[in-house]
């Protein structure tokens, strides 16, 4: 499989498939196709498709095979981002934000990944449900805004704000950290709690979160109160 990422602000991956070759996607994702792909809509079994319910993605999987040598298939970004491309490996698993798989080689597989403690799961919004990659192949994922990405050594740590973490090595630690001072809670904006990542490991820092721009849009509709 050979791939290529275009765009910029809306990004689209295209792949080129030889024949027998798959991609899996969840369903909506493909934005085109040569006649040569041959589309197949499984749910995978009914703890895989619970799993990807609760790691924010859709119930049913697409299967894209090409029938013929030099199938072509795009999958395009749903909210202007990036697309970033991983090569996942056994013992080399990858941990995204919810709803950030888009497409993988049929051999990559999605699951869920819970946070283990119960604080990060009460407060620690994208830290707590995520989506954990595994297997072996090419995964793409769609992240909000610019992708700032950082390796940490072992023991060092970076204070992520909610929603901000788009992916991790799964070698790394996260968990939830309280803002200090009652007049940074309440005065500081940033909220009651961040999310805290020790390395070893490499992260991938979004920088506009949907759930923030959602945040900001919302001082311009009318209330109904």
Same mark, same amino acid.
């Given at each position: 499989?050979?791939?290529?990422?275009?765009?910029?602000?809306?990004?689209?991956?295209?792949?080129?498939?030889?024949?027998?070759?798959?991609?899996?996607?969840?369903?909506?994702?493909?934005?085109?196709?040569?006649?040569?792909?041959?589309?197949?809509?499984?749910?995978?079994?009914?703890?895989?498709?619970?799993?990807?319910?609760?790691?924010?993605?859709?119930?049913?999987?697409?299967?894209?095979?090409?029938?013929?040598?030099?199938?072509?298939?795009?999958?395009?970004?749903?909210?202007?981002?990036?697309?970033?491309?991983?090569?996942?490996?056994?013992?080399?698993?990858?941990?995204?934000?919810?709803?950030?798989?888009?497409?993988?080689?049929?051999?990559?597989?999605?699951?869920?990944?819970?946070?283990?403690?119960?604080?990060?799961?009460?407060?620690?919004?994208?830290?707590?449900?995520?989506?954990?990659?595994?297997?072996?192949?090419?995964?793409?994922?769609?992240?909000?805004?610019?992708?700032?990405?950082?390796?940490?050594?072992?023991?060092?740590?970076?204070?992520?704000?909610?929603?901000?973490?788009?992916?991790?090595?799964?070698?790394?630690?996260?968990?939830?950290?309280?803002?200090?001072?009652?007049?940074?809670?309440?005065?500081?904006?940033?909220?009651?709690?961040?999310?805290?990542?020790?390395? $070893?490991?490499?992260?991938?820092?979004?920088?506009? $979160?949907?759930?923030?721009?959602?945040?900001?849009?919302?001082?311009?509709?009318?209330?109904?109160?």
């Amino acid at each position: 499989m050979k791939y290529e990422i275009q765009g910029e602000t809306l990004p689209v991956v295209i792949c080129e498939l030889n024949a027998g070759e798959s991609m899996i996607t969840e369903s909506g994702s493909m934005a085109w196709m040569t006649p040569n792909m041959k589309m197949e809509t499984t749910a995978g079994g009914l703890g895989k498709a619970f799993g990807r319910v609760f790691s924010g993605e859709k119930i049913f999987q697409n299967i894209y095979t090409a029938q013929s040598d030099f199938g072509k298939i795009a999958f395009a970004s749903s909210f202007p981002g990036s697309i970033k491309a991983f090569q996942i490996a056994p013992g080399s698993d990858m941990i995204f934000q919810k709803s950030a798989f888009l497409a993988s080689e049929r051999s990559v597989e999605l699951s869920v990944f819970f946070r283990k403690k119960l604080t990060a799961g009460l407060f620690g919004g994208e830290g707590f449900i995520m989506q954990r990659v595994s297997g072996h192949g090419i995964a793409f994922a769609e992240f909000d805004g610019h992708v700032v990405e950082y390796e940490l050594l072992p023991g060092q740590q970076m204070v992520v704000d909610t929603g901000y973490l788009a992916a991790m090595t799964a070698s790394c630690t996260m968990d939830v950290q309280t803002v200090h001072g009652a007049k940074n809670v309440l005065f500081g904006g940033e909220g009651l709690f961040n999310t805290v990542i020790t390395g $070893p490991g490499h992260i991938w820092l979004q920088t506009m $979160p949907i759930s923030s721009v959602a945040a900001a849009l919302m001082r311009f509709f009318p209330s109904n109160n």
